[in-house]
């Protein structure tokens, strides 16, 4: 199933601060629903909060704050299982948003860059232990790494792009891959991406395969170069979050602006043998976020 945080106009004005919520796309069925609530959570779900999802539970981590704007550490999980919410220990250090995250799907999340309070680039990283509901360190970063995108593949935690503090906003083509079996960071991989202006959303195939969604194109890393091999539905303004399942390829986004508030979410399915697109039946807000779970 397919999780994201849609953006709802509770107050009806404009320029009011969106409530976020959790919406569920069952991918067989097609099917939307919406999760409960976290308790305590009035104003929705922090804004520009991180999903990743980790055996049969989904984490939500960090983000602003949606009444003050203040950077948030909280960590929420939900069981699948129990179909109940749980409060998780808050991420240590300073207060990070706009951070890569992933999870190796079995049990930890890692967390790598994003910014502290003052807008300072971090090189810091960690790792969380959902079982055990315990943060650790990892060794820093080579370098700064703000608004970067994050990956697990083929046992190695990716950072990709992000940008130093005296950078802002020019993104780095870099990237560098943390070894969960050493514990250690590999050398910077130079040109990863050839954009400056933003990073990839990548995700990875249960059969090491590697694909992104960027500037409208469908890309696979193939001979340590990423190759187009299809195009996105062009009602795909942006892409906000990508999956690849056995066999087809799950693009969500945003498609043009809606009178009023909000932009249309929009979703397709491609069958990677045949390269045809499905559209799917979505819901009408702004999408932010979201990630892949099977239970």
């Known amino acids: 199933m397919s999780i994201s945080v849609e953006a709802s ?8 601060t969106p409530e976020y919520r959790l919406s569920v796309l069952e991918s067989g069925s097609g099917i939307w629903t919406e999760l409960p609530p976290i308790p305590g959570q009035t104003k ?10 980790v055996g049969s539970d989904l984490i939500v981590l960090g983000g602003l704050d949606p009444v003050t704007w203040q950077a948030s550490d909280s960590v929420f999980v939900f069981s699948f299982l129990t179909s109940k919410w749980r409060v998780g220990a808050a991420m240590p250090g300073v207060r990070r948003s706009f951070f890569g995250c992933a999870s190796d799907s079995d049990r930890t999340v890692l967390v790598a860059g994003g910014h502290d309070e003052e807008k300072c680039a971090l090189t810091s990283a960690m790792v969380y232990d959902v079982a055990e509901d315990k943060w650790t360190f990892l060794p820093d970063m080579a370098r700064e790494r703000d608004e970067c995108k994050a990956i697990f593949h ?4 990716h950072v990709i792009g992000g940008y130093a503090t005296e950078e802002q906003g020019q993104f780095s083509k870099t990237a560098e891959s943390f070894d969960v079996s050493t514990w250690q960071w590999g050398p910077l991989t130079d040109d990863f991406v050839d954009d400056t202006v933003t990073s990839p ?3 990875a195939g249960e059969n090491g395969d590697l694909y992104a969604c960027w500037r409208g194109d469908v890309l696979m890393f193939i001979n340590d170069t990423w190759q187009k091999v299809g195009q996105i539905p062009a009602d795909v303004y942006n892409v906000a979050y990508v999956a690849v399942r056995p066999g087809k390829l799950i693009v969500i986004g945003n498609g043009k602006a809606l009178a009023g508030y909000g932009e249309a979410t929009v979703g397709y399915t491609c069958d990677l043998s045949s390269a045809r697109w499905v559209k799917l039946e979505t819901h009408v807000g702004h ?4 990630c892949f779970l099977e239970v």
């Open 9 to 16: 106009a509770g107050s009806g004005k404009i320029f009011a």
């Open 44 to 53: 929705g779900l922090p804004l520009f909060c991180r999903l990743v999802s």
């Open 154 to 157: 083929a046992g190695r935690f």
């Open 201 to 203: 959303i990548c995700a």
């Open 287 to 290: 999408v932010q976020a979201g």
